[in-house]
């Protein structure tokens, strides 16, 4: 198995810097052989979402400079993932090396499911995990099959999860809807950002959450935040971290 290059997303780096060591820790305990390029920096995702797209090609272009050198990227993020898979082609179309980082840069979840085919996590998480489907992860990644498509249902972060001896997932009512957080759209719509985030605590508090997990940190970030408000009894976790075992 080739030496993976490990993208670690600037959110994570500076506010939850765990998640990135789980991420390593995870890879590595799979038997991948993985390098933390020290050079790296922010995708460049939310100046795009902002539209100043001056300001974000000079860092995709710092991207494809530094993990052009890997056969595959691996990245504990969504979002992240989809702006090198579907929204740098504007930035690097035709750029040597840009086709095949692109094809080559996975979610974490998605690495392990589908490239390193991790079937049984081989360690102990006993708790009632709600599952936060992140929308970049299932709607431009496709992580899961989701409800609004018709075809075989699939769902390759649960699928991990349930791997895990004594886990006990439990499905919100609304398994794929929104938390309202988008990145820039918290900050320009908070009023609305705020409604959905709770809308989607509750869901996951009637459906019996302990646990609260999802595959995008900024998702947790924002709903961590409400929680801590509104005096909510919830842990958050990285998938990333839950699938290391209990802790």
């Known amino acids: 198995m ?146 609004e498509r018709r075809v075989p249902p699939f769902d390759k972060v649960k699928a991990l999860l349930d791997s895990l001896d004594g886990i006990r997932v439990v499905e919100p009512s609304r398994p794929d809807e929104c938390c309202g957080f988008g990145g820039t759209f918290a900050v320009n719509e908070e009023a609305v950002s705020c409604m959905m985030g709770k809308d989607k605590l509750a869901d996951l508090a009637q459906a019996g959450a302990e646990v609260v997990a999802s595959a995008d940190v900024s998702c947790l970030m924002h709903l961590d935040g409400l929680a801590r408000r509104a005096g909510a009894k919830f842990r958050f976790m990285h998938v990333a971290e839950v699938l290391l075992g209990e802790q």
């Not at 799979?30 to 390098?35: A, F, L, R, S």
């Not at 795009?48 to 494809?64: K, V």
């Not at 179309?93 to 079937?119: I, M």
């Open 2 to 147: 080739p030496t993976v290059g490990l993208f670690v997303p600037c959110y994570v780096d500076q506010l939850h810097p765990r998640v990135g060591v789980a991420a390593l820790r995870l890879l590595e305990r799979h038997g991948v052989k993985v390098e933390f390029p020290p050079e790296q920096t922010c995708c460049g995702q939310p100046m795009a979402n902002s539209g100043c797209l001056a300001d974000a090609a000079p860092l995709a272009e710092r991207f494809l400079r530094i993990f052009s050198r890997y056969e595959q990227v691996v990245a504990p993020s969504g979002s992240c993932v989809s702006m090198v898979r579907h929204h740098y082609d504007g930035f690097l179309a035709g750029r040597p090396g840009f086709d095949r980082l692109k094809e080559n840069t996975f979610e974490l979840c998605e690495y392990l499911h589908d490239v390193v085919g991790v079937r049984e996590a081989g360690v102990r998480f006993p708790h009632v995990v709600g599952l936060h489907r992140a929308c970049h992860g299932l709607r431009e990644l496709r992580l899961g099959s989701g409800t």
